[in-house]
């Protein structure tokens, strides 16, 4: 028995794949298509976003050091 894909786990590669494809390809095919797929890229790279969060967020701190964080980055002196 296999296990069920949670959404957390759920490999992207092919819908975000298909999804730029069809972004591209929808200039061609008409704006409703253009659309439809843009809309779809867009959703599942913050889907894929939100599934590496965690790596992005370590990634990020160790980017900056170890003291910045997102509250004073944007702190004005």
């Known amino acids: 028995m296999q296990k069920a894909v949670t959404p957390k786990k759920a490999s992207l590669g092919l819908p975000l794949t ?3 494809v069809g972004t591209v390809a929808g200039l061609f095919l008409g704006k409703r298509w253009h659309v439809a797929c843009g809309i779809a890229l867009a ?3 913050v889907w894929h976003g939100w599934q590496h969060r965690q790596k992005m967020a370590r990634d990020a701190k160790n980017l900056l050091g ?3 964080t997102w509250k004073n980055i944007h702190r004005r002196p």
Do not use: H, I, K, P
């Open 18 to 20: 298909l999804a730029a």
């Open 43 to 45: 959703g599942l790279s």
């Open 66 to 68: 170890e003291n910045r």
